[in-house]
């Protein structure tokens, strides 16, 4: 039966492909799905925890995924009550087996616990005839249990991809999982085609903008991430495509407006395709750049035997010259540097005597008068009621240089004195009433 079904399928197909022209990506998918029908049926029949299910996507061709909630609810125990719908939060692990990630190619995402998850990517010729074991375990949040399965990529070499002509459109309203529906990637590849008019055309990679460094969309408005989407053709650029190229167009882009395109209007009812974005490459013009990368091996270690370790025959290696230059000759410059300087500040002081003496007298005077009107200025801070400051008074002759006695004695009482010698002659000054203690008032 098994087959028979395949023929069947791919008789279909072929009658598909030739009754309205739909290309190799196409018939790729049929065949995977054609594929895994049959390997489902498989899984019905033996254990479902430890089938396998193998796909086979082409090199250069996008690959999807779904890993269906559905299929994995049979391997968790039914909710207690009879007739309660199970609805079971479950999210989902990849990895490579034997290892703790996917490969550089495959990615994964999944938005809720209660939507199904997608891996999704394009592999490239380097990993033709290597199959990829991908490990899937599901947890269920309510029972706290697991299943899995492996999923097997066997990826197949076609010579119709890469095609030559590879154009990138970024999609602003649009989030990777809804661009990964196959309704919709379906309409946007149609819309390609009309404008673009290829005989064959195909998605090569789809990849979100958050893993292009763009940012998280506020929450409000159901704004949406965006997302990068890749196609490929076998025939040059249409001039609605080029039309981006224009000076003019790229202006506009420099100053953040929106560029003429004439074939906008073909994607606007369903898709905003933000025109600045788009990236045009042909990959027959493209110079490859050879790099001598090293083999990263497999990861493990070689094995080298037990630790060896050195001989007790080693000579010795004296270290008494690298004491002598780290330790000992920075300690013998910074000694001699410690002389000096004490030399230079200690015995070589000419002393209080030998300044004075070189030193003229009436500079002598002036030093020393100095003195004597700090020390009196400091006494007078502590007691307010005495004599007229000396400072105030020459202390000493301009010519002879002799000291001057004060105008007044030291015991001269000047408490009583005015400060202004006009206060004496004031008439009728007028006194402040005070207030005796019976509350009287007089003058």
């Given at each position: 039966m098994a087959s028979v079904g395949i023929f069947v399928g791919l008789v279909v197909a072929a009658i598909v492909r030739s009754a309205s022209g739909i290309d190799g990506q196409t018939l790729a998918l049929i065949g995977s799905k054609q594929r895994s029908g049959f390997q489902t049926g498989v899984v019905t029949i033996l254990s479902k925890s430890h089938a396998d299910r193998n796909v086979y996507p082409s090199a250069g061709v996008l690959f999807v995924h779904v890993l269906e909630r559905e299929h994995f609810k049979g391997e968790f125990p039914p909710y207690p009550k009879a007739g309660d719908s199970s609805n079971d939060p479950i999210t989902f692990n990849t990895n490579l087996k034997g290892y703790p990630d996917r490969p550089g190619w495959l990615r994964y995402i999944q938005r809720t616990s209660h939507s199904d998850g997608v891996l999704y990517g394009s592999p490239t010729a380097e990993h033709v005839g290597k199959p990829t074991i991908i490990e899937i375990t599901a947890y269920n949040k309510r029972t706290f249990e697991t299943a899995r399965h492996n999923l097997v990529i066997n990826i197949m070499s076609t010579e119709e991809f890469p095609l030559p002509y590879q154009a990138e459109f970024f999609i602003k309203n649009m989030n990777v999982e809804e661009m990964l529906a196959s309704e919709v990637l379906g309409d946007f590849l149609g819309a390609v085609k009309n404008v673009w008019q290829p005989e064959r055309l195909n998605a090569i990679n789809i990849t979100s903008a958050l893993d292009r460094g763009g940012r998280v969309p506020l929450p409000i408005n159901d704004l949406k991430e965006g997302v990068y989407v890749m196609v490929g053709a076998d025939v040059p650029f249409s001039s609605c495509l080029r039309e981006v190229e224009t000076p003019q167009n790229q202006l506009r882009c420099s100053q953040e407006m929106d560029p003429v395109i004439s074939c906008d209007k073909k994607f606007r009812a369903q898709f905003n395709i933000d025109w600045c974005k788009i990236s045009l490459v042909d990959i027959t013009k493209v110079v490859p750049v050879?790099?001598?990368?090293?083999?990263?091996?497999?990861?493990?270690?070689?094995?080298?035997?037990?630790?060896?370790?050195?001989?007790?025959?080693?000579?010795?290696?004296?270290?008494?010259?690298?004491?002598?230059?780290t330790l000992a000759v920075p300690s013998a410059v910074a000694l001699v540097l410690f002389i000096i300087l004490g030399y230079s500040m200690c015995c070589r002081r000419e002393g209080l005597e030998k300044r004075n003496m070189q030193t003229?007298?009436?500079?002598?005077?002036?030093?020393?008068?100095?003195?004597?009107?700090?020390?009196?200025?400091?006494?007078?801070?502590?007691?307010?009621?005495?004599?007229?400051?000396?400072?105030?008074?020459?202390?000493?002759h301009p010519v002879s240089g002799e000291v001057v006695p004060p105008i007044h004695p030291d015991n001269y009482e000047t408490t009583s004195m005015p400060l202004m010698q006009t206060q004496t002659n004031l008439q009728n000054q007028i006194q402040i009433p005070q207030q005796q203690i019976s509350g009287k008032w007089y003058s």
């Amino acid at each position: 039966m098994a087959s028979v079904g395949i023929f069947v399928g791919l008789v279909v197909a072929a009658i598909v492909r030739s009754a309205s022209g739909i290309d190799g990506q196409t018939l790729a998918l049929i065949g995977s799905k054609q594929r895994s029908g049959f390997q489902t049926g498989v899984v019905t029949i033996l254990s479902k925890s430890h089938a396998d299910r193998n796909v086979y996507p082409s090199a250069g061709v996008l690959f999807v995924h779904v890993l269906e909630r559905e299929h994995f609810k049979g391997e968790f125990p039914p909710y207690p009550k009879a007739g309660d719908s199970s609805n079971d939060p479950i999210t989902f692990n990849t990895n490579l087996k034997g290892y703790p990630d996917r490969p550089g190619w495959l990615r994964y995402i999944q938005r809720t616990s209660h939507s199904d998850g997608v891996l999704y990517g394009s592999p490239t010729a380097e990993h033709v005839g290597k199959p990829t074991i991908i490990e899937i375990t599901a947890y269920n949040k309510r029972t706290f249990e697991t299943a899995r399965h492996n999923l097997v990529i066997n990826i197949m070499s076609t010579e119709e991809f890469p095609l030559p002509y590879q154009a990138e459109f970024f999609i602003k309203n649009m989030n990777v999982e809804e661009m990964l529906a196959s309704e919709v990637l379906g309409d946007f590849l149609g819309a390609v085609k009309n404008v673009w008019q290829p005989e064959r055309l195909n998605a090569i990679n789809i990849t979100s903008a958050l893993d292009r460094g763009g940012r998280v969309p506020l929450p409000i408005n159901d704004l949406k991430e965006g997302v990068y989407v890749m196609v490929g053709a076998d025939v040059p650029f249409s001039s609605c495509l080029r039309e981006v190229e224009t000076p003019q167009n790229q202006l506009r882009c420099s100053q953040e407006m929106d560029p003429v395109i004439s074939c906008d209007k073909k994607f606007r009812a369903q898709f905003n395709i933000d025109w600045c974005k788009i990236s045009l490459v042909d990959i027959t013009k493209v110079v490859p750049v050879h790099s001598n990368r090293p083999d990263p091996g497999t990861g493990v270690l070689p094995d080298i035997g037990e630790y060896n370790p050195p001989s007790e025959l080693l000579k010795s290696k004296d270290y008494f010259a690298d004491f002598l230059i780290t330790l000992a000759v920075p300690s013998a410059v910074a000694l001699v540097l410690f002389i000096i300087l004490g030399y230079s500040m200690c015995c070589r002081r000419e002393g209080l005597e030998k300044r004075n003496m070189q030193t003229p007298d009436i500079q002598l005077v002036h030093h020393s008068s100095i003195q004597k009107s700090s020390k009196e200025l400091r006494s007078m801070s502590k007691n307010r009621e005495i004599s007229w400051p000396l400072s105030t008074l020459p202390v000493f002759h301009p010519v002879s240089g002799e000291v001057v006695p004060p105008i007044h004695p030291d015991n001269y009482e000047t408490t009583s004195m005015p400060l202004m010698q006009t206060q004496t002659n004031l008439q009728n000054q007028i006194q402040i009433p005070q207030q005796q203690i019976s509350g009287k008032w007089y003058s």
